[in-house]
Structure formats: C-alpha cells, structure tokens
C-alpha cells in the first residue's frame, strides 16, 4: 500500500477527501484508492463501500498524516548523524543513535534519544 493524491491514486493506494458534500461524494466515486479518508458531512456514502475502505473521520488531513507516518517510518531510513547546519546549544543532551536534520535547533536543557 502507498499514498496517493485523490485523482492519481491507484488501487493500492491511501488517499483522502477533504471536500465535502456533493463534491467530495463525485471524488470518491472517481478515485481508484482502494482507502479514503475522508469527513462525512453532507456526503451519502452508504453505497460506496462496496469495493473500497471509507474511513470517516472529523479532521480528514489529520488522519491521513497519521496514517501516513504509520506506514513510512522514517526512523529506520535516517541514518544516525548531525547535519552540519544543525545548532546543537552547549547544554543540550543528544543521545546515541539520534539523527539531527539541517536547520534544527537543540536549546539547552533539552535531551534528544
């Protein structure tokens, strides 16, 4: 399973609706996702379920996050390290194994790992 925008997603894929009513009803009916997420306010979705996952929630992009950050760990694909642009303050604890990306600020008193 991968993620998808609405209208590129193919049968494997996560995407969501943050539209709602009749507009979001005309894109689910559209996409081929095999899951959407989406709000369901205004929309009459009793009749979509048959060949796909609905998944109704108040904060579609909320949820898709999630889900998103559920199937693409990004812990594992980020190797240990600290960018040279990173500011690491002099009281700051940065523990082993712990990946510090360009532009992050550490502040002192803070204990990263």
């Known amino acids: 399973m ?26 689910i009916e559209r996409t081929a996702a095999e899951t959407v997420v989406f709000v369901s306010e205004g929309v009459d979705w009793s009749d979509l379920v048959d060949n796909r996952t609905l998944v109704v929630v108040p904060q579609p992009r909320f949820a898709f ?7 693409y760990s990004y812990v594992d694909s980020v ?27 550490v502040k002192d008193d803070v204990k990263i790992g």
């Open 2 to 27: 991968g993620v998808s925008a609405l209208d590129d997603a193919d049968g494997g894929s996560l995407t969501f609706c943050s539209s709602k009513g009749d507009r979001a009803r005309d894109s």
């Open 65 to 71: 996050l999630i889900a998103t950050n559920c199937l």
């Open 79 to 105: 190797p240990p390290d600290v960018h040279p642009s990173a500011t690491i303050e002099p009281q700051a604890t940065v523990g082993k194994g712990v990946s510090i990306c360009a532009g992050v600020v």
